[in-house]
T-cell receptor, first 112, second 113 residues
Framework: GDSVTQMEGPVTLSEEACLTI???????????LFWYVQYPGEGLQLLLK?????DKGSNKGFEATYRKETTSFHLEKGSVQVSDSAVYFC???????????FGAGTRLAVHP | NAGVTQTPKFQVLKTGQSMTLQCAQD?????MSWYRQDPGMGLRLIHY???????DQGEVPNGYNVSRSTTEDFPLRLLSAAPSQTSVYFC????????????FGPGTRLTVL
């Protein structure tokens, strides 16, 4: 079945460092891909999405490119802030559009 | 708009007890769903509904019941709680299926002793 694999955390960075969180997927067809973010004590929020190959989703300085050839959707940010500390989930929209399949989540901690 | 609200925020149950987790949204969304979040496993879909009176099972439906009598509310019932149901539960809603953004509630942390 469809699945999403994310790099294990936690990821610990200093402020202004570069961030990459790896995400790869297995799916039939060409699913839409998403990154959700969960701040401490809150529910998940959509961060960005891409609906077809080579699309780039971007928001709040984060970006991710849908790579069909490597079945990947890595999350990147050039300069992280302390306020970016959260858990990041990669997800795909499963065939039939009735559910999101989530990765295990990657915790990011950014220190001043 | 309050968005998606969930009650309670925290709950402790004994094995065998029953309870209902409440979820409500005020965005007139047709699609609502329940997920559970466990360490190292991301979120897994329990049940979902595409509109009032219509529900269906997700990946992990056993031990849970749902109903959708109104557009706004989508309660999740634990019939006989088990320690394996210790988890954080999230309710989500969206305008429709497909690419619409899903909006998540703040979650309910449930512990079953």
């Amino acid at each position: 079945g469809d699945s999403v694999t994310q790099m294990e955390g936690p990821v610990t960075l200093s402020e202004e460092a570069c961030l990459t969180i790896n995400c790869t997927y297995t799916a039939t067809g060409y699913p839409s891909l998403f990154w959700y973010v969960q701040y401490p004590g809150e529910g998940l929020q959509l961060l960005l999405k891409a609906t077809k190959a080579d699309d780039k989703g971007s928001n709040k300085g984060f970006e991710a490119t849908y790579r069909k050839e490597t079945t990947s959707f890595h999350l990147e940010k050039g300069s992280v802030q302390v306020s970016d500390s959260a858990v990041y989930f990669c997800a795909l929209l499963s065939g039939g559009y009735n559910k999101l399949i989530f990765g295990a989540g990657t915790r990011l901690a950014v220190h001043p | 708009n309050a968005g998606v609200t969930q009650t309670p925020k925290f709950q402790v149950l004994k094995t065998g007890q029953s309870m209902t987790l409440q979820c409500a949204q005020d965005m007139n969304h047709e699609y609502m769903s329940w997920y559970r979040q466990d360490p190292g496993m991301g979120l897994r879909l329990i049940h979902y509904s595409v509109g009032a009176g219509i529900t269906d099972q997700g990946e992990v439906p056993n031990g849970y019941n749902v109903s959708r009598s109104t557009t706004e509310d989508f309660p999740l019932r634990l019939l006989s709680a088990a320690p394996s149901q210790t988890s954080v539960y999230f309710c989500a809603s969206s305008y429709s299926l497909g690419l619409d953004t899903q909006y998540f509630g703040p979650g309910t942390r449930l512990t079953v002793l």
